[in-house]
């Protein structure tokens, strides 16, 4: 069932509006993760995780496509784009526009608790049609490839920020085989996603940890060299950098951004050097419950993500769950996706898309 909500803007200058929930039902428990792009019409689309096999991580889900023909404002009814062709599901979408003019879709097929790895297909018709899937990571394992994650550099190359879990045991059908302490590396391709090579460094977390260093994610600086993040247990997303556009990456470190174990999102402001994050902000500058994923706030960063002074809240209901944001530009505004549960429905259950204009953000 879809669920549209639609608030008074703050001013004609400012808005930042919920357009849509997508809420929990029977048939489909569970509405998560996804990723945006626009399409040459002017359409914008969105892939998400729409699972009909329980909530779980391992549940059984497909991809799901809703779009918008007026900037986000309002959405269509789900359609399923690809259906389940897994052992367990196909979840975690980035969607990309290409140099080349093709569109980019990377997706997680997870077989089991040994074997979860990311895909990608093409597409030259506009999403009408998918290409053959072809895998970014050809080494068997348990790879996690977060939503809205995969970049495409100034100089056309592609990054793709990985956690690879080990196993601790041979046992495909046990929660017990996977070992949730992760460790970072990050694929590259010079062809557009024919083939990918890894990086020549990947990192552990220097001290100890029951997460490790989980679902990254890379954003290119005004400057060239790229920015990466990992969430942790410590209260802290860590970061990394790399000077020769993700082949060797310094030591991960705790960067400023104080949070639970749970996924940041960061993108460059259009036609600006400045960082947009997207986190649970429990730095204390706003009431925050411990090791919840509440609230959510917008933070701007005007050195590359050393610090992030400016913040503002985007929702401070402390009894929500707000995780696995998906970020996309478009017009004045930008357009937020992510989970916004709660303990009545579940915490990764609703999917929220919010429209914010770029005036609303806290730069001032």
Known sequence: MLSLVATAPLSRAEENTVV??????KEHPRNSEGSFVRLKSGRILFYYSQFYGGAEDGSAARIAAIHSDDSGRTWSAPEVVLENTAGNNVMSVTLLRLASGRLAFFYILKNSWLDARPYVRFSTDE???WSEPKLVVAAPGYFVLNNDRVVQLSSGRLVAPVAFHRSRLDDPHSAKSFDGRAIDLWYYSDDEGQTWQQSWSWWGIPVNSNSGLQEPGVVELADGQLFSWARTDQGVQYGFSSADHGKDWTAPAPTELKSPTSPASIKRLPDSSNLLAIYND??????FP???RAPLVAAISTDNGLTWPKAKLIEEDLNGWYCYTAMYFVDDAVLLAYCAGDDKVGGLNRLRIRRITLDWLPTK
């Open 282 to 287: 429990h730095s204390g500058r706003f009431p």
């Open 127 to 129: 999403a009408a049609t």
């Open 20 to 25: 849509l929930n997508i809420e929990p039902t």
């Open 290 to 292: 411990p090791k919840r």
